[in-house]
Protein backbone atom coordinates (compact mmCIF):
# COMPACT_ATOMS: atom_id res chain seq x y z
CA UNK A 1 0.00 0.00 0.00
CA UNK A 2 1.19 3.29 -1.09
CA UNK A 3 1.23 6.43 1.04
CA UNK A 4 -1.89 8.90 1.17
CA UNK A 5 -2.03 11.88 -0.67
CA UNK A 6 -2.67 15.43 1.06
CA UNK A 7 -5.69 15.30 -0.40
CA UNK A 8 -6.77 12.37 0.74
CA UNK A 9 -5.84 13.45 4.08
CA UNK A 10 -8.27 16.70 3.51
CA UNK A 11 -11.04 14.76 2.22
CA UNK A 12 -10.59 12.94 5.33
CA UNK A 13 -10.69 16.15 7.65
CA UNK A 14 -13.99 17.17 5.43
CA UNK A 15 -15.55 14.00 6.76
CA UNK A 16 -14.27 14.54 10.39
CA UNK A 17 -15.61 18.10 10.27
CA UNK A 18 -19.51 17.13 8.54
CA UNK A 19 -19.46 14.98 11.62
CA UNK A 20 -18.93 17.75 14.23
CA UNK A 21 -21.70 19.41 14.83
CA UNK A 22 -19.88 22.56 15.15
CA UNK A 23 -17.96 21.87 11.42
CA UNK A 24 -14.43 22.77 13.23
CA UNK A 25 -10.88 21.16 14.68
CA UNK A 26 -8.16 22.01 16.14
CA UNK A 27 -5.31 20.23 14.33
CA UNK A 28 -4.73 17.77 17.53
CA UNK A 29 -8.33 16.79 16.94
CA UNK A 30 -7.95 15.84 13.25
CA UNK A 31 -4.62 14.32 13.82
CA UNK A 32 -6.70 11.90 16.59
CA UNK A 33 -9.75 11.50 14.55
CA UNK A 34 -8.11 11.16 10.76
CA UNK A 35 -7.10 7.23 11.42
CA UNK A 36 -10.98 6.41 11.69
CA UNK A 37 -11.85 8.01 8.12
CA UNK A 38 -8.59 7.13 6.48
CA UNK A 39 -6.55 3.50 6.44
CA UNK A 40 -2.77 4.59 6.82
CA UNK A 41 -0.02 2.46 5.11
CA UNK A 42 3.07 1.58 7.35
CA UNK A 43 4.64 4.13 5.28
CA UNK A 44 2.40 7.05 6.40
CA UNK A 45 2.86 5.63 9.82
CA UNK A 46 6.59 5.72 9.19
CA UNK A 47 8.10 9.25 11.27
CA UNK A 48 8.54 12.27 9.73
CA UNK A 49 12.40 13.39 9.37
CA UNK A 50 11.27 17.04 9.77
CA UNK A 51 9.03 17.25 12.66
CA UNK A 52 10.22 15.16 15.73
CA UNK A 53 7.66 13.00 17.50
CA UNK A 54 5.34 13.47 14.32
CA UNK A 55 4.47 10.77 11.93
CA UNK A 56 4.40 11.53 8.18
CA UNK A 57 0.72 11.62 7.31
CA UNK A 58 0.27 13.91 10.46
CA UNK A 59 2.61 16.36 8.73
CA UNK A 60 0.11 16.06 5.71
CA UNK A 61 -2.68 17.39 8.16
CA UNK A 62 -0.77 20.58 8.12
CA UNK A 63 0.22 21.03 5.16
CA UNK A 64 -3.27 21.48 4.25
CA UNK A 65 -3.08 25.17 5.76
CA UNK A 66 0.58 25.15 4.41
CA UNK A 67 -0.43 24.43 0.48
CA UNK A 68 -3.12 26.88 0.74
CA UNK A 69 -2.38 28.76 -2.19
CA UNK A 70 -1.80 25.99 -4.27
CA UNK A 71 -4.49 24.77 -6.74
CA UNK A 72 -5.82 21.47 -5.72
CA UNK A 73 -5.54 22.53 -2.33
CA UNK A 74 -8.80 22.08 0.02
CA UNK A 75 -8.47 25.39 1.37
CA UNK A 76 -7.39 27.04 -2.13
CA UNK A 77 -10.73 25.28 -3.67
CA UNK A 78 -13.09 26.31 -0.90
CA UNK A 79 -13.70 22.92 0.59
CA UNK A 80 -12.08 23.78 3.71
CA UNK A 81 -11.02 26.94 5.32
CA UNK A 82 -8.09 27.53 7.76
CA UNK A 83 -8.91 28.74 11.50
CA UNK A 84 -6.45 29.71 14.27
CA UNK A 85 -4.96 26.15 15.04
CA UNK A 86 -7.20 24.14 13.13
CA UNK A 87 -9.82 23.44 9.77
CA UNK A 88 -13.33 24.16 9.56
CA UNK A 89 -16.09 23.79 6.97
CA UNK A 90 -16.55 26.91 4.97
CA UNK A 91 -19.35 28.85 6.87
CA UNK A 92 -18.23 27.45 10.34
CA UNK A 93 -15.49 29.66 10.57
CA UNK A 94 -17.04 31.68 13.59
CA UNK A 95 -17.93 30.27 16.58
CA UNK A 96 -21.48 29.67 17.66
Do not use: C, F
Amino acid sequence: MSRVTEAEVAEAAVKVLTDRASGRATIKELVEEIPNYLTLSAEDLAPSQTRQGEALWEQQVRNITSHKASPGNAIYEGKLVAIPGGLALPGSEVAA
